[in-house]
């Protein structure tokens, strides 16, 4: 157990409405990751953070923002919800050999 | 094209079976190289880290990694049906901070 929990596990919203996806680790690493998978398309890296306030966009990070005010924390944000957002949401962090381990994921549905 | 390339399977095998798993990759720089096994609704599992050419083993599986045809093979001795997941392969060129996944490859082992 990677100490990685994610915060909703499950949100169904509705478009154009904020959300924000939580994930919280013990580990106390620099590196968080926040991720989406979807089918056919597999895993994107949407931002991720090297240590407090600082992050940078991924593959895919159009209509998201992320924050990480804490070590511990890394919020993504959607400032407004669209049915294409819906997806898994995965947060990950790096072990002490750069391995990348994964959070339960979060399963949002945009209406 | 994708930068890392999966077949989606799904792959059937009996139980007791050797499966192989594959991927390719294009992208010369990819030093990094990981499987990782999901189960339904879970969050990925890393199985294997390696790091340049050669083979790996750990238990049951072995992962290899030829960088001359660009090319990452799982192979899984007497497989179970608690292997039935889905395997995806990922690189990285800077010690995994930045992953590039494939699509999974949905295996299953029949009792």
């Known amino acids: 157990d990677a100490g990685i929990t994610q915060s909703p596990r499950h949100k169904v919203t509705e478009t154009g409405t904020p959300v924000t996806l939580r994930c919280h680790q013990t580990e106390n690493h620099r590196y968080m990751y926040w991720y989406r998978q979807d089918p056919g398309h597999g895993l994107r890296l949407i931002h991720y953070s090297y240590g407090v306030k600082d992050t940078d966009k991924g593959e895919v990070s159009d209509g998201y923002s992320v924050s990480r005010s804490k070590t511990e924390d890394f919020l993504l944000t959607l400032e407004s919800a669209t049915s294409s957002q819906t997806s898994v949401y995965f947060c990950a962090i790096n072990g002490d050999s750069n391995e990348q381990f994964f959070g339960p994921g979060t399963r949002l549905t945009v209406l | 094209q994708k930068e890392v390339e999966q077949d989606p399977g799904p792959l059937s095998v009996p139980e007791g079976a050797i499966v192989s798993l594959n991927c390719t990759y294009s992208n010369s720089a990819f030093q990094y190289f990981m499987w990782y096994r999901q189960y339904s609704r879970k969050g990925p599992e890393l199985l294997m880290y390696t790091y340049s050419s050669g083979n790996k083993e750990d238990g049951r599986f072995t992962a290899q990694v030829d960088k001359s045809s660009k090319y990452i093979s799982l192979f899984i001795r007497d497989s179970q049906p608690s292997d039935s997941a889905t395997y995806l392969c990922?690189?990285?060129?800077?010690?995994?901070?930045?992953?590039?996944f494939g699509g999974g490859t949905r295996l299953m082992v029949k009792p």
């Open positions: 990922a690189t990285s060129n800077n010690a995994g901070n930045m992953l590039t």
